[in-house]
């Protein structure tokens, strides 16, 4: 607008008095409109702080089903295969672990498995799953899982063997969960491309989930600099 109107006319202040027509403009703000930002409140003070390792303060999420070959077979028949991820509320690293079933005994195992390779954590967040009772079938079994009385105790019995705190997120508020959220929506993208429509074995899909957890803890947790000394970021897992 303002260099077609130069092209006859020079008028002063001419940048002011094109964006003040262009903000008052009503159809202009049909087109773009500004879209509303939230008040965010401000983070915890254990996403904050900095801990004295990785996974002191931590959250796990499921996410699956993911079909899996039984053996290398080409016709071999596929089982259900799911994937729990455990996040550092301060680094953004992931860890991720491969269950084969939702049984309580193979959470106990792949939360066994986190502590023995990460260390024993302080505080452990998770969904307490009433935002799965409203979804889809496969997902209904992660919901009576997580929210059964007996995988509550069992949990609780285990966590209190290794000094753990566990913390649920209030009912219906998924956004409480973010990091998790996040990881498992990074990690479903890897997945996605990696995997397509191919059935892998456990074998495979362990060491393809390995390597998926290599490359997200390779993020940098800074925005690169322009420095030319400063060329390389530190990633999650350093």
């Known amino acids: ?3 077609n109107i ?3 006319y020079w008028p002063i202040g001419g940048r002011r008095t094109a964006r003040k027509v262009a903000h008052a403009c009503i159809t202009c703000f ?3 409109p500004k879209i509303l930002e939230p008040i965010m409140g401000n983070l915890p003070k254990l996403r904050v702080n900095q801990p ?3 996974f ?3 959250g796990v999420d499921y996410a699956g089903p993911i079909m899996m070959k039984i053996n290398s077979r080409r016709n071999s028949p596929l089982q259900k295969a799911y994937v729990c991820i455990f996040v550092c509320l301060a680094t953004k690293a992931v860890h991720i672990e491969l269950v084969c079933d939702l049984a309580t005994d193979a959470f106990i195992a792949a939360l066994t498995q ?3 390779r990460r260390g024993k954590c302080k505080n452990m967040y998770s969904d307490n799953g009433t935002n799965f009772v409203g979804a889809n079938r496969k997902l209904r079994k992660l919901a009576q899982l997580v929210t059964s009385t007996a995988h509550k105790e069992r949990v609780s019995n285990a966590i209190t063997l290794k000094e753990i705190t566990w913390h649920f997120i209030p009912p219906r508020s998924p956004h409480f969960g973010g990091l998790w959220e996040a990881a498992v929506k990074a990690m479903k993208k890897h997945l996605n491309r990696t995997v397509a429509n191919s059935h892998f074995t456990y074998d495979e899909l362990y060491t393809t989930l390995t390597r998926i957890e290599s490359c ?3 993020r940098p947790l800074t925005p690169l ?5 400063q060329w390389r970021g530190v990633g999650s897992s350093e």
């Open 6 to 8: 130069r092209l006859t």
């Open 30 to 32: 049909k087109i773009k």
């Open 52 to 54: 004295i390792r990785s």
């Open 216 to 218: 997200l803890n390779s």
């Open 225 to 229: 600099s322009n420095d030319p000394s």
């Open 114 to 116: 986190f502590v023995s």
């Open 1 to 3: 607008m303002l260099a």
């Open 56 to 58: 002191e303060n931590a």
